[in-house]
């Protein structure tokens, strides 16, 4: 993965690599974060922004929704789409494509990490794929950015 200064143009942002911030820093805050939102695009055009439950796991980023949901009848035209951790003071935006997985053992791997990140106990029929689709979101880029260090520390990640 390759940390590089996102293209930010009047924003008295360095162009040195001092500072950039590294994945460790915002792999945890994908990890940690309770709330994400998840942007897509409506098949006229629009963009549609949801907020989700979710968890970052080997590299991706995993939430669930209806089937018969906006977001993922979205996804379904449109694989491409942001998530984003809920902290705007020291934000990690991610650019990605999604899929619909539909392994049985993913989905029980995927429940079992959201039953013990959120305190919940939903049975595996919670994630029935004809009823519930279950997304992961590979990267294409990430941004982050730490407020206290405006200046010095965005950083966009490539390569994954």
């Known amino acids: ?29 994908l990890v940690s974060s309770r709330n994400y939102w998840v942007a897509t695009v409506h098949p006229g055009g629009r963009p549609h922004v949801m907020p ?16 018969r949901s906006r977001k993922v009848r979205n996804l379904r035209t449109e694989p491409r789409c942001t998530v984003t951790i809920e902290d705007a003071m020291d934000p990690v935006v991610l650019d990605g494509v999604a899929a619909v997985v539909t392994g049985p053992a993913a989905i029980e791997r995927f429940l079992g990490l959201l039953n013990a990140k959120y305190g919940t106990s939903y049975p595996i029929g919670f994630l029935d794929p004809e009823v519930n689709a279950t997304i992961a979101v590979r990267p294409a880029r990430v941004f982050g950015l730490l407020q206290r260090d405006f200046g010095a520390s965005p950083t966009r990640w490539t390569g994954f």
């Open 52 to 67: 989700v439950w979710g968890v970052w796991h080997e590299g991706a980023m995993w939430f669930s929704s209806g089937l």
């Open 1 to 29: 993965m390759e940390a590089s200064r996102p293209y930010m143009p009047g924003y008295g942002v360095s162009e040195s690599a001092e500072g950039l911030l590294p994945w460790s820093w915002a792999e945890e805050k």
